[in-house]
DNA sequence: GAAGATACGGAACAAGGTTCCGTTTTACAA
DNA sequence: TTGTAAAACGGAACCTTGTTCCGTATCTTC
């Protein structure tokens, strides 16, 4: 069978340069305008700020929510990967939780809106759930095992409902000088220790 | 001037019972609707659900917050006065704060939706914010302080910033079987405590 | 019963997400 | 170089939701 010993001859066709230019241009743009008006940004204005035409934009990501992941995409595996790399640290597995929680926070409270999106439900943004959940869980969960293990934190508290928790305390906190969802989270996390 | 000496002659003229009963027709689809399936319920389906037109229910209530608030005034208002009669009871002042909490979420999480409605910018829902705040943040100071003044919680939450925290953590607390706000918000309640 | 104030219904508008489809552009091979 | 089919494109159009407007119908009052 002499057929396939080429170095992978494009068996399938390569993708079109105005395709791949296209994709970059949106995310730019939407990268762009998520940070100067938050992630509401309608899509026609990421579109027309991109150069392109709606059906553009869902050709390439089908859905808001997927546009908003693949914005997001390596700031959420960066944090993921903060876990590993605090729990490798010197720290005591309490403080790398709460440094990995901070950054967390940070990152939320960073982005306007983006906690808004987090929960399940939210109109058509399951994807985007679904992949900050799947990729902060597990991150997060071995932090809480860690410090659960060191007896530095209660049992009860599963990473799912921490996670989310801390998700929700974030939602607005841009919005209102009065409120400051790090003052909440570090309650929560006072509550969640043992110590004192 | 012997003009006003009769018991309030209708100086001015008295509501139209049509518009009385369509009020009441309104509030009842209401709340019938906001039950089975949730604050978001849309405006057209509780007209036509009170056999009414959509202009009537703009009369009556001019934004949709102004519907939901009628709707709950009543609960909210009760939950308030909760606050004064907790104080005079006989548990202690953090006993209180913490029964009180758990009847403000207790009302939060049955509403479908109505906790994701509670932040300043909620879209429209301005007027739905205020008149929660206006009433909540006093009875829920006036348990902060009874409870500071015992030396039984930190120094450093604001009334405010409490309530919107509580409230945040309540934001979907019914969709997801994972989640259950009451878990976080007992995490708050302990790492508001000086005690243990 | 007439008159005028009040309230009503629902078409129409705005804004946002999403779909559809005729047209254009591109990759590949002859 | 050029022909051709696959791949992408643009943007009008659709749907849903909140809200406004105004001609019409219904009350209250005398």
Not at 38 to 51: F, K, M, T, W
Not at 56 to 84: G, K, M, N, W
Request: glycine share 8%.
């Amino acid at each position: 069978m002499p057929t396939d010993d080429a170095p992978t001859p494009p068996a399938t066709r390569r993708r079109r340069t105005d395709a791949q230019r296209n994709e970059q241009a949106l995310l730019a743009a939407a990268a762009r305008l998520f940070a100067a008006s938050g992630v509401n940004a309608p899509i026609r204005e990421i579109a027309a700020d991109a150069g392109v035409g709606v059906g553009t934009i869902y050709r390439h990501f089908p859905t808001r929510a997927d546009l908003v992941v693949a914005v997001y995409r390596y700031q959420v595996d960066e944090c993921a990967e903060l876990s590993t790399r605090l729990l490798a640290g010197p720290a005591s597995p309490e403080a790398a939780l709460h440094q990995w929680v901070w950054a967390f926070v940070d990152f939320l409270v960073t982005k306007h809106g983006l906690a808004d999106l987090l929960r399940p439900d939210s109109d058509n943004m399951g994807a985007l759930h679904d992949y900050f959940l799947d990729r902060l869980v597990p991150a997060c969960a071995a932090l809480l095992d860690a410090a659960r293990s060191a007896g530095e934190v209660r049992a009860d508290v599963t990473a799912y409902e921490f996670l989310r928790g801390v998700g929700n305390l974030c939602i607005g906190g841009t919005d209102d000088a009065r409120y400051d969802p790090r003052r909440l989270v570090d309650l929560v996390l006072l509550g969640l220790g043992t110590d004192r």
